[in-house]
């Protein structure tokens, strides 16, 4: 009879969760709170840790991850264009893995970012499962085959995107930053178009999508100089847009923006091909 209760015990216990947030990663996520509801239903949120370099941590979200008594693991990125927050989300993975004196069943991630993918492997090779609330795109399949629980996450209002952008820009021009709009020559466009290509080749996925935040994000990491104000474009939708013999996009808003190759060129691409 005490082998019964203590077996329906453990079936009735939820599992103690620690909950992960790529800060750098979740710019324009509508709730954090209705979120962390969501992740509630699942577990008890035993650890909570918010990774990103504070210096510039996004304005939508930075108020609900203090108020929610998230700890603010401070990154600084070491080399321009390269996030170093990736890394320390991983090494604060494997350290509560490896803590004896943490007890996390489940592990949930606050990301997009697909470079996680290994990590989360891993973790449910070692008997952990895994969540991750992510962007619900065309480029979302991998993170719901590489996790036991996607959740999607729901953005802010482009009203909202807006008055953050609007309020970035009075303060670049407060430090005095001239931007020269669309003047990129004739030889700083082809190479563009070239870091464009090779960046689509490297994220995007078997269907030949990638998301636009993926690609920015291996744009800079391809190329540490890339910047989107430097070539004269107040957006990296509207850079996107004027490759349009190079690319084909969807979606209006620039959070669920998703991108194809042309056809003619992704044939061109392929190995074999004339």
Not at 229 to 255: D, T, W
Request: charged share 25%; aromatic share 4%.
């Amino acid at each position: 009879m005490k082998n019964k209760e203590a077996h329906l015990k453990d079936t009735t216990t939820k599992p103690n969760i620690a909950v992960i947030i790529d800060v750098e990663n979740i710019n324009n996520v509508k709730s954090l709170r209705q979120l962390i509801d969501q992740l509630q239903q699942q577990g008890e949120l035993t650890v909570k840790r918010a990774v990103g370099d504070w210096n510039r941590a996004i304005k939508i979200v930075q108020s609900d991850i203090r108020d929610l008594g998230f700890d603010l693991v401070h990154q600084k990125n070491l080399a321009p264009g390269h996030n170093s927050a990736d890394t320390r989300i991983v090494i604060e993975a494997l350290e509560l893995l490896h803590n004896p004196g943490v007890d996390v069943e489940t592990f949930a991630f606050v990301s997009s970012d697909q470079d996680f993918l290994p990590l989360y492997d891993r973790l449910r090779e070692l008997g952990k499962s895994v969540i991750v609330a992510a962007d619900a795109n065309g480029n979302c399949a991998r993170l719901v085959r590489h996790s036991d629980i996607f959740i999607p996450i729901a953005h802010a209002e482009e009203t909202q995107i807006r008055a953050i952008h609007q309020q970035n820009t009075r303060k670049s021009n407060r430090k005095g930053v001239r931007v020269a709009r669309n003047r990129m020559g004739k030889a700083r466009r082809a190479a563009v178009e070239k870091l464009l290509i090779r960046s689509m080749q490297t994220c995007m996925n078997d269907s030949g999508v990638a998301q636009a935040t993926n690609l920015y994000r291996t744009m800079r990491r391809l190329d540490p100089t890339f910047s989107v104000k430097k070539l004269g474009y107040a957006r990296f939708e509207r850079l996107l847009r004027s490759f349009s013999h190079v690319l084909s996009l969807r979606g209006k808003q620039s959070n669920n923006i998703t991108l194809r190759l042309n056809r003619k060129l992704l044939r061109q691409l392929k190995p074999g091909s004339g």
